[in-house]
């Protein structure tokens, strides 16, 4: 398939807005763009922002050595098993750490070693062919015992396609990170977290779990590592809980995640690991499924 004229234009959008929504209402977790942001900066040759596999096959050099952060920590938290959406309650300090759109030779490898340093896990929203490309690293996510989830196949705009094409995504990039993982991933985000009423519930339906957010680092803006701590850390105090969306795909991200893990643990933060409370159903036709009758 010629992905070329696809992912120029995602290329672009990523560049400029990572996994963020359009702006919206800012009571809405979903909506929390950076304005302020200067987003019109050129990015660094090694900092990637397309979803083509072979975009990411450059190993970075510059990663702090996680070896050098002496423990012990006491960031691990509790273990939290859901089944839905609604199970997903946080008591006040307690984060949930997200990685979306890898995995990425050079770069998840390294964020696994820092949590690992930590002691805590983490979960991944594997985008399909990603998984596909590297299967070794994301088998490797699930040997370390984080958490798995899917992010679509190519990570395209789902709002922007019809119903069944959107479900057609969903379900080839669930499945395709199933494949590789050798077991279902029930856990689900909407790319840009860009949604609807439909197809929210249809997902549900699925016995798939959304996985919203609640602090966006915005990783994604070409700015310092520094910059995404200070970031992230600010709306985490505004709201005292939550789950953090970052990005293994990101050099910044990399590099700045030993950082965020220190400023947590200094400020009293738990990161709470996510698991499925039950065995997942067997796989569905997630598109021959997809009649309920929804409107946004």
């Not at 949930?96 to 930590?118: C, M, N, Q, S, Y």
């Not at 998984?131 to 958490?147: L, S």
Request: net charge positive; aromatic share 6%.
């Amino acid at each position: 398939m010629n992905y070329r004229v696809l992912l120029a234009g995602l290329a672009v959008s990523l560049a400029l807005g990572g996994c963020a929504t359009k702006p919206g209402n800012e009571a809405s977790l979903k909506t929390g763009y950076a304005a302020e942001e200067p987003r019109h900066k050129p990015l660094k040759a090694n900092d990637p922002v397309e979803m083509e596999p072979n975009k990411w096959l450059v190993a970075d050099l510059e990663t702090r050595d996680v070896a050098s952060i002496n423990g012990p920590h006491n960031l691990a938290g509790r273990t939290l098993e859901v089944s839905s959406l609604k199970d997903v309650r946080l008591a006040d300090k307690e984060v949930i750490l997200t990685f979306d759109d890898g995995p990425a030779p050079g770069k998840t490898e390294r964020i696994l070693a820092t949590l690992d340093k930590f002691g805590v896990k983490a979960t991944f929203m594997m985008v399909g062919e990603m998984a596909q490309a590297h299967p070794a690293i994301a088998r490797e996510v699930f040997a370390r015992g984080d958490t798995i989830g899917s992010h679509t196949f190519r990570h395209p705009d789902l709002d922007k396609m019809s119903f069944d094409m959107a479900m057609a995504e969903i379900a080839k990039g669930k499945n395709a990170v199933s494949k590789v993982i050798g077991t279902e991933i029930p856990f689900f985000r909407f790319p840009y977290l860009a949604d609807s009423k439909r197809l929210r519930a249809a997902v549900a339906a699925r016995d798939m779990i959304v996985m919203d957010v609640d602090v966006d680092s915005k990783d994604y803006f070409t700015s310092t590592p520094a910059s995404v701590t200070a970031r992230t850390i600010k709306q985490l105090q505004a709201r005292g809980r939550g789950i953090i969306l970052m990005h293994d795909i990101h050099q910044r991200t990399v590099t700045m995640l030993p950082a965020l893990l220190i400023r947590l643990e200094k400020e009293g933060y738990k990161v709470v690991t996510l698991k499925y409370k039950h065995a997942p159903a067997p796989a569905t036709n997630l598109v021959a499924q997809a009649d309920i009758k929804f409107t946004r």
